[in-house]
């Protein structure tokens, strides 16, 4: 068991850390070869901070854990909403200003009600699975179209000033996103190990690690990148990374997963987890679009709300782990 800890641990910081620099790497990488700003933020970025849940779920997926695999993708939607973006409405109060992410909102919120269709089904099926990346593909493409039109937008510019701060040569861009790559895959494998060994030795189902330190600990990306932004003033930057990341996990990563092994669920999953993770998507719907010309806008009274709704759901869990 203590190595199994010491696996989980040191398998998470390496993943970190190694997701940083890919996305760094890429970031700066894509800049070079002239892509445009809002292709960087949205496709590069918005991919690279989602490389962990798409890696540890696809290991876990391999290895016949759908627990892990289910569970970090969708318990890494409620930590980006409740947990990741309620700190980050304390540090700053979030306004939302780009145009594309409103437009985006709409797009998380109709992903996330297919996502419950499937799981009341009580599986995820190769044709689920493929489903889901039909709808990534076509997802990314209205992406793509958006990022190469000349409007100016205040996504763009905080894209920049990000993308700026990385000082780094071709070479040098192009060594870490291939570095950071394989020690992403090399990290998930150590972090997915330890957790299967935690959950069978402490007789917790792996779906609850995925949903709880897996799925943290694979958000911590976002969590870093949307504070950092808060802190700049760069709010549409901020909650894009939770955005983009929320629809990468929905649709590519469980997609991915199920198409390496279909997935049965238990009723739970749509009872507990995707109906929690479907009230806060409607929650950052409803704050994050404004009416009446008026911006979005997350408050600190907001996130402290999505801060109580977290400990509530993680208490839930582990009321549920005690009474097993």
């Known amino acids: 068991m203590i190595l199994a800890a010491s696996a989980l641990v040191v398998g998470l910081a390496l993943l970190v850390w190694s997701a940083d620099r890919f996305v760094d790497g890429a970031a700066a990488s894509a800049r070079h070869f002239g892509m445009p700003a809002r292709l960087v933020g949205m496709v ?5 901070t989602s490389a962990p849940e798409l890696t540890v779920s696809a290991l876990a997926a391999y290895q016949g854990s759908s627990g892990i695999a289910l569970g970090n993708a969708y318990g890494s939607n409620i930590a980006n909403i409740a947990l990741i973006l309620g700190i980050t409405a304390l540090i700053s109060p979030i306004v939302v200003n780009s145009q594309v992410l409103r437009k985006e909102l ?4 109709a992903v996330t009600a297919l ?18 990346l039909a709808v990534f593909a076509g997802v990314m493409g209205w992406m793509i179209w958006e990022g190469l039109r000349k409007t100016a937008d205040t996504l763009d510019r905080e894209v920049d000033e990000q993308v700026a701060a990385v000082a780094m040569t071709t070479r040098q861009a192009l060594f870490w996103t291939f570095a950071g790559l394989v020690l992403l895959i090399l990290s998930s494998r150590l972090l997915v190990w330890g957790a299967i060994e935690i959950a069978h030795g402490m007789g917790i189902s792996d779906l609850i690690i995925g949903l709880t330190v ?3 600990g694979t958000s911590l990306p976002e ?6 932004a808060a802190r700049k003033g760069e709010h549409d930057l901020a909650l894009g990374n939770i955005i983009g990341s929320n629809i990468f996990n929905t649709l590519a990563v469980v997609g991915i997963a199920g198409t390496i092994s279909p997935m049965t669920i238990g009723p739970e999953v749509f009872s507990r987890d995707i109906m929690t993770m479907s009230v806060l998507t409607l929650s950052l719907f409803v704050l994050g679009r404004g009416y009446g010309g008026r911006p979005g806008r997350i408050s600190r009274l907001d996130g402290t709300l999505l801060l109580l709704a977290y400990v509530a759901y993680s208490g839930y869990l582990l009321v549920e782990v005690l009474a097993a």
């Open 115 to 132: 996502a419950a269709w499937q799981v009341w089904s009580g599986d995820i099926t190769h044709g689920d699975a493929w489903t889901l």
């Open 214 to 216: 897996v799925a943290v």
């Open 223 to 228: 969590l870093a990148s949307s504070i950092v």
């Open 106 to 109: 709409p797009i998380l919120a």
């Open 44 to 48: 590069v970025v918005g991919f690279g």
